[in-house]
């Protein structure tokens, strides 16, 4: 059956590229294909047994809103934020589309609050801390959905989605592209004998869970792309009265700093104040650390990660499959699933034993996380960096580098793999797009459902 725009993947960016398309008044025909569930039906099961019991597909990833139903639900509101798309399309347009569809959210039931704008005096003295530590503080306002929000938020999105004709199809993997000299016909699908491979354009925005497919694909039809950065890192819990500071001024404390001796970006991302550290699951079995808070329920613990990125030239240059093995070390270390360990048992040259982490103030908000020793599967190069970067944070909040600061890991971060666009978002094939996280150019909500609204405007164009 040929279908005029499929999208495959309903995260952010395929979403908002549908809901923007609708908002044009566009009359194509728009089908989404998602491999997880609608928004209504998503439920980890760790939240009632306990532990992760690695679902066929991760609910925390996949399914109708992506990796951003389960998420900390944090829209970063600058340009600065979330990937290099405005290096491609202009630093002032994608200022403008962040507004347009932080507006967008707002309709939606976004909370009117912006964190991190209202206490400038005590921005100010923060910054001068963070420069005396050799650190750059990165302006950001955020809107704080929380997870439970979010949730909602993005099930009014469906709804409106739907009530618009858009098809939706759950529970459907897409496993292949078809692509004939040079030009995206459609897709294919093997599971639940869903009919839908012919299509007149293909969007795909399948996440970062989808990033090494996209990656393969893009060998298997030459399709231009490149090798990006790749972060690294692990997620770090402390105590609120270690954070207080910054929780309550800016929420989320963007420190970079380039540590000695490598000299490598190493940045905070993603804090949770009050949150709850988490586990996502890929499919090849990789389990990896993030992090979420809700607006309501909060923990005694902020979380947030801290990532020290990696570029490779040659003859190495697979940062996805870099990572990966990283990764997988790490897991067989802990059996299978996230190894945490007390920095100053880090400093020390030892494991943390399970007994060791029940008898610090800071409690693991991800019980199920193994203790271990997380120096056996880390490279050097990035645990030095990580060590090195929380001592300059020690600077900026002192207390963050006490010997009971929870590090877990793998923290990692798959957009490395850049595709190939042009300023219209177009592919070096014919009547192939790509969006968000897993084409390498976003790495946020923000940007994601940004990059989605671009999209819809060209097709919008095309239309015509
Ligand atoms: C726990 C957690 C907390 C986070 N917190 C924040 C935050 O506070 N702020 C922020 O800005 N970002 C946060 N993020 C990151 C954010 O969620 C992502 O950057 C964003 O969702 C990317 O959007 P996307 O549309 O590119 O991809 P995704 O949201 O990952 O969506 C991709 C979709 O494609 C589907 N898919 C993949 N492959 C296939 C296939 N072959 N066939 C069919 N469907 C497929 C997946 O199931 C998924 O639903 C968080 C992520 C996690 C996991």
């Not at 306002?141 to 439970?148: A, D, F, V």
């Not at 030459?222 to 270690?242: A, F, L, M, Q, S």
């Not at 910054?246 to 905070?268: A, D, S």
Request: aromatic share 6%.
């Amino acid at each position: 059956m040929q279908k005029d725009i499929v999208i495959v993947g309903a995260g952010p960016a395929g979403i908002f590229t549908a809901l923007e398309l609708l908002k044009l008044g566009s009359d194509r025909k728009i089908t989404i294909i998602e491999k997880g569930k609608a928004v209504e039906n998503r439920s980890c099961p760790k939240t009632k047994v306990g532990h992760c019991v690695n679902c066929k597909n991760c609910n925390i990833t996949t399914g109708f809103s992506g990796a951003g139903a389960f998420s900390d639900g944090k829209l970063s509101l600058s340009p600065d934020v979330g990937g290099e798309l405005p290096d491609l399309i202009g630093r002032e347009k994608i200022a403008e589309t962040i507004a347009y569809t932080d507006k967008i959210y707002l309709e939606f039931g976004a909370d009117t609050h912006i964190e991190g704008i209202g206490n400038p005096e005590k921005i100010k003295e923060i910054r001068r801390k963070a420069i005396s530590a050799n650190l750059t503080l990165v302006d950001c306002p955020i809107r704080h959905l929380g997870t439970e929000k979010a949730q909602q938020l993005y099930y009014e999105i469906e709804q409106y989605l739907l009530k618009g004709g858009v098809e939706l199809i759950f529970n459907t993997d897409v496993k292949d592209l078809i692509i004939e000299n040079n030009e995206c016909k459609g897709i294919v699908i093997t599971e639940n004998g869903v009919d839908v491979p012919y299509a007149n354009k293909t969007i795909v925005a399948t996440g970062r869970r989808g990033a090494n497919w996209l990656e393969a694909a893009c060998e298997a039809y030459d399709i231009k792309h490149r090798p990006g950065t790749v972060d690294i890192g692990v997620r770090v819990e402390c105590r609120n009265e270690i954070m207080e500071e910054i929780n309550n001024v800016l929420y989320e404390g963007k420190l970079v700093g380039h540590p000695k001796p490598f000299k490598n970006k190493v940045r905070t991302f993603c804090q949770n104040p009050g949150g709850y550290v988490a586990q996502e699951n890929y499919d090849n079995d990789l389990a990896v650390v993030n992090g979420h808070s809700f607006k309501d329920k909060k923990s005694q613990n902020t979380n947030l990660s801290i990532l020290c990125s990696h570029n490779f030239t040659t003859p190495f240059n697979q940062p996805i499959a870099y990572a990966t093995m990283v990764g997988k070390l790490t897991n067989m270390l802990a059996g299978g699933s996230i190894l945490v360990q007390r920095y100053g048992d880090i400093l020390d040259g030892k494991r943390t034993w399970p007994k060791e982490l029940s008898e610090g103030n800071v409690k693991p908000s991800l019980p199920d996380a193994v203790a271990g020793d997380i120096t056996s599967a880390m490279p050097y190069r990035a645990m030095i960096s990580i060590l090195n970067f929380i001592q300059d944070v020690d600077k900026v909040v002192p207390g963050f580098a006490s010997g009971e600061t929870l590090l877990y890991s793998p923290e990692l971060k798959f957009y490395s793999n850049k595709i190939d666009l042009d300023t219209h978002l177009n592919t070096s094939v014919k009547n192939l797009h790509c969006l968000g996280d897993s084409c390498g150019w976003t790495r946020g909500l923000m940007m994601a459902s940004v990059m989605g609204v671009l999209m819809a405007r060209e097709l919008a164009q095309t239309q015509k």
